[in-house]
């Protein structure tokens, strides 16, 4: 059994910044890479970010890149997703993602709960 559980989300400023966690519990946190995705209303579920195993490699999409930083301390079994510079349209249901290796090329197999991350005006 794996359990992911983000916090870290809620109500904020357009250009503000705002960090979300993932704890981890159930499996080796270490050996496996980690994601981060977001779904808004009426839309499909975003890749945004993921770390390999060992935390050497990273990956994002176009839309967040240099502006959203995705990190781990395999110490405390917990990834994070550090995003500076929110707009409007950053406004989703942010999900914490656990893969199946410590590689991401995989779509991921480990799904939390899902941390609300509302940017207004």
């Known amino acids: 059994q794996v359990q992911l559980e983000e916090s870290g989300g809620g109500l904020v400023q357009a250009g503000s910044s705002l960090r979300l966690s993932c704890r981890a519990s159930?499996?080796?946190?270490?050996?496996?890479?980690m994601g981060w995705f977001r779904q808004a209303p009426g839309k499909e579920r975003e890749f945004l970010a993921a770390?390999?195993?060992?935390?050497?490699?990273?990956d994002y999409t176009n839309s967040v890149k240099g502006r959203f930083t995705i990190s781990r301390d395999n110490a405390k079994n917990t990834a994070y997703l550090q995003m500076d510079g929110l707009k409007l349209e950053d406004s989703a249901v942010y999900y914490c993602?656990?893969?199946?290796?410590?590689?991401?090329?995989?779509?991921?197999?480990?799904w939390g709960q899902g941390t609300q991350v509302t940017v207004s005006l």
């Open positions: 770390i390999s195993a060992e935390g050497r490699n990273t």
């Open positions: 159930g499996r080796v946190f270490s050996g496996y890479a």
């Open positions: 993602a656990g893969y199946s290796s410590g590689w991401y090329n995989r779509p991921p197999v480990y």
